[in-house]
């Protein structure tokens, strides 16, 4: 690192003029656009981490099924693609380590010299905590006020009927395929719905009633969305509360459901493992908008 040698005491030999010049504008250069490949590193480090964990909860599901191209060839392709996955963060992890240790072990070893410095060295350790703290907060997406969330206990494959304990259900025992992603003009079984629900879609029902310019929004919502499921819902709402989204559904649209690409043929990938749902919804004389996000 750059400031190995100042904060050790090393010295440079002896250099021509015209070298320390090349080499002082090349110090120059290069501290700022380090302090910048670290301060993005950091600022990018929970996205970084968000994105490894789901690349491996999908590993991890494809290392539970190794029928898919042989139990020994499968399971070896699924542990080295779970090794793969993580190679990013764990180096991104061991550069930030690499980078901080020197520095923190000088400044430990500098507030050791009086209470004085002590007390110094502690209030830089926490402004510099308290700043990445500011910037992974920034970080974290706006929730809708009043958003609701719900515990699921249970998330097997039936082939029966599910009595959910909120209609439209939020999650819970589902049928093993799962709805495809899309506008429906007619309802979709509960069921295959909560499947698309467990593999990270969202999921959008509204009364049969609803206005034709609001059924219409919601149609180009599933249009530019690869993770929206939309279809009318007939059986009435039982969530005990729910999310007034006000005169039109428009208003709530404005948060844009998470996106991520899906390859042809292939179902939405889970994202998560946390057994939570989330779920939207509109009282009103004629229009009621129910979205149920998944959060795994």
């Keep these: 690192m750059l400031w190995r040698g100042v904060l050790s005491g090393s010295k440079l030999p002896s250099l021509k003029p015209w070298v320390k010049v090349v080499f002082a ?74 980078s901080a240790r020197i520095p923190l072990r000088k400044l430990f070893q500098w507030g050791k010299q009086g209470t004085s410095r002590a007390i110094a060295a502690g209030l830089v350790v926490a402004g510099v905590l308290a700043l990445v703290a500011y910037l992974w907060v920034l970080q974290l997406p706006p929730m809708p006020v009043g958003i609701q969330s719900f515990a699921i206990t249970e998330r097997a494959h039936v082939e029966t009927p599910v009595l959910y304990g909120q209609i439209p259900p939020v999650g819970g025992n589902h049928a093993p ?16 719905a909560v499947h698309s629900l467990e593999h990270g879609a969202v ?18 919502l599933a249009a530019r969305q690869t993770f929206v499921l939309v279809s009318p819902h ?18 709530r649209l404005g948060h844009r459901p998470p996106t991520r690409p899906v390859r042809a043929g292939l179902p939405p990938r889970p994202t998560g493992t946390r057994a939570r749902r989330t779920l939207y919804r509109r009282d009103g004389a004629t229009e009621v908008t129910s979205v149920a996000g998944s959060a795994s």
């Design 234 to 251: 007939p059986g009435p709402v039982r969530t005990g509360g729910g999310l007034r989204l006000g005169p039109s559904v428009a208003p």
């Design 177 to 192: 395929i799962w709805q495809n992603c899309g506008f429906y003009s007619a309802p979709v079984a509960n069921e295959n």
């Design 25 to 98: 504008l090349y110090i120059l250069a290069m501290v700022p656009v380090f302090s910048l490949f670290l301060f993005l590193m950091v600022k990018g480090l929970p996205t970084l981490v968000g994105t490894t964990w789901d690349a491996l909860l999908v590993q991890q599901e494809e290392f539970s099924h190794p029928q898919r191209y042989g139990i020994v060839l499968g399971k070896i392709l699924s542990a080295l693609q779970l090794v793969l996955a993580s190679l990013p963060l764990l180096a991104t992890l061991y550069l930030l380590y690499n």
């Design 203 to 220: 999921w959008i029902t509204y009364r049969p009633d609803l206005s034709a310019d609001q059924v219409d929004l919601l149609r180009q």
